[in-house]
């Protein structure tokens, strides 16, 4: 299965074509990541050691916000703030962040939902490797199913490279409505990036426009 399939099916959006075998159990599907509810979803994420980063960080970080958001943003991983706090986003990128929605009369928590594709803080914020991003991954597919927003924006290369799939550039993705699974999506500058070179804050600025009148438009 190619990767789009491999994301929808986590998603449980899209029909899976395969055969069952003698052997499997229906019950062995309905525990799969795909289609869990959010209390089941926590507590997967809580208690997960699918990749080698639980084992070094504080907590967990799942997400934070309205869980029928329409606007739905996703980050990297968590920061040794997040990682302390337990929730995305709380460091100096967050605070940022939560100007940049401000700006748009949004707030987190108010039609907003903030995830991250790690849930577990890479040692020293060091970029995440591909097998904790496939391992990952799932979590951060059921929350979209579970929200279903109307908005993806991803935030920063790895939250756009993992959700799209590519190896392309930020600067070749932004600017274009993407498709996740039939939800728009939108890729913008990760706010850490944007504290490093503030006069890319005025294309993060476009970016939050486009992302406002997609949502209204739709
Ligand atoms: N950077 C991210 O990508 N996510 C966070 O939660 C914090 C910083």
Redesign the pocket.
Known sequence: MNRRGEILKEMGLSPVWRLRSNQEKPEQQSDGIAFMDWTRLKAKVAGCTDCKLRAGCTQT?FGVGDEKAQWMLV?????SE?DRLGE??V?Q??KLLDNMLAAISLERGRNVYIA?VLKCRPPGNRNPEPDEVAKCSPHLLRQIGLVQPRLILA??RFAAQALLGTDATIASLRGKLHQFAGVPLIVTY?P?YLLRNLPEKSKAWADLQFARKTVSDS
């Open positions: 970080v980050g990297e991983a968590p920061g997040e995305p986003f460091g990128a967050g991250n935030m920063g990760h850490a």
